[in-house]
């Protein structure tokens, strides 16, 4: 289990006012993880229920974890309404979701999903936040409403943080951010699901394994 970024006090309590400080719970983002949560979304619920795709990338238990999600409708961008091919203002469901370690004041990422807004309706369960963390994940939230994807596209990128993101992710002065954009694809070739993903530069590895066929 990844250790906890930790101050520890007893040189303050001295009057040194200096801390010690440990390296953060780090997270290891593998490709192979997509086709983990298909999988985990055709399993029971107590499975489901047992872990997902946090504790997959840091090895930690759901007990470790602290969850907050937040659903909102909004309109969408141009960029969006693009990306799923709808016109610009078509209602979109926004979930804003931050996942930190228990010992740790620090999100993981920051990770925004869209959904159209009627598919989501389709199963009214699926507009309501307080039904998060949800066993299985968007593969399985999709599933209900009898949408199965079939390929997500990932693209990535990096930049300076923004004031914002330096505070939720209490980053060290220099580090930048890793930008991933997630598409999601159902087997009808439609966008299903859009992810903005940001994550802390200075403890996230990804890592990315391609299959060859063989000659």
Same mark, same amino acid.
């Given at each position: 289990?990844?250790?906890?970024?930790?101050?520890?006090?007893?040189?303050?309590?001295?009057?040194?006012?200096?801390?010690?400080?440990?390296?953060?719970?780090?997270?290891?983002?593998?490709?192979?993880?997509?086709?983990?949560?298909?999988?985990?979304?055709?399993?029971?619920?107590?499975?489901?229920?047992?872990?997902?795709?946090?504790?997959?990338?840091?090895?930690?238990?759901?007990?470790?974890?602290?969850?907050?999600?937040?659903?909102?409708?909004?309109?969408?961008?141009?960029?969006?309404?693009?990306?799923?091919?709808?016109?610009?203002?078509?209602?979109?469901?926004?979930?804003?979701?931050?996942?930190?370690?228990?010992?740790?004041?620090?999100?993981?990422?920051?990770?925004?999903?869209?959904?159209?807004?009627?598919?989501?309706?389709?199963?009214?369960?699926?507009?309501?936040?307080?039904?998060?963390?949800?066993?299985? !994940?968007?593969?399985?939230?999709? $599933?209900? %409403?009898?949408?199965?994807? =079939? +390929?997500? &596209?990932?693209?990535?990128?990096? /930049?300076?943080?923004?004031?914002?993101?330096?505070?939720?992710?209490?980053?060290?002065?220099?580090?930048?951010?890793?930008?991933?954009?997630?598409?999601?694809?159902?087997?009808? !070739?439609?966008?299903?699901?859009? $992810?903005? %993903?940001?994550?802390?530069? =200075? +403890?996230? &590895?990804?890592?990315?394994?391609? /299959?060859?066929?063989?000659?």
């Amino acid at each position: 289990m990844p250790k906890a970024y930790e101050e520890i006090a007893d040189d303050r309590q001295h009057g040194r006012g200096t801390f010690v400080r440990r390296p953060r719970a780090r997270v290891v983002r593998d490709n192979g993880r997509h086709q983990w949560e298909k999988d985990r979304a055709r399993q029971p619920s107590a499975v489901r229920a047992a872990t997902g795709a946090t504790e997959h990338d840091t090895g930690l238990v759901p007990d470790d974890l602290v969850f907050l999600a937040r659903y909102r409708t909004v309109e969408a961008s141009k960029d969006l309404a693009g990306v799923f091919g709808v016109p610009e203002g078509t209602p979109l469901l926004e979930r804003s979701y931050r996942t930190r370690y228990a010992a740790e004041a620090a999100a993981f990422g920051l990770v925004t999903s869209y959904l159209p807004h009627a598919v989501a309706a389709a199963n009214p369960d699926l507009l309501d936040a307080s039904r998060e963390p949800w066993p299985g !994940g968007t593969h399985h939230q999709l $599933s209900t %409403v009898g949408i199965e994807i =079939d +390929r997500i &596209e990932e693209r990535v990128g990096a /930049r300076p943080p923004t004031p914002q993101e330096t505070r939720e992710l209490e980053l060290p002065a220099g580090t930048a951010v890793i930008l991933i954009r997630k598409t999601s694809y159902d087997t009808l !070739g439609r966008v299903v699901d859009v $992810s903005d %993903v940001v994550l802390p530069g =200075d +403890r996230t &590895e990804l890592l990315f394994t391609t /299959r060859l066929e063989r000659w």
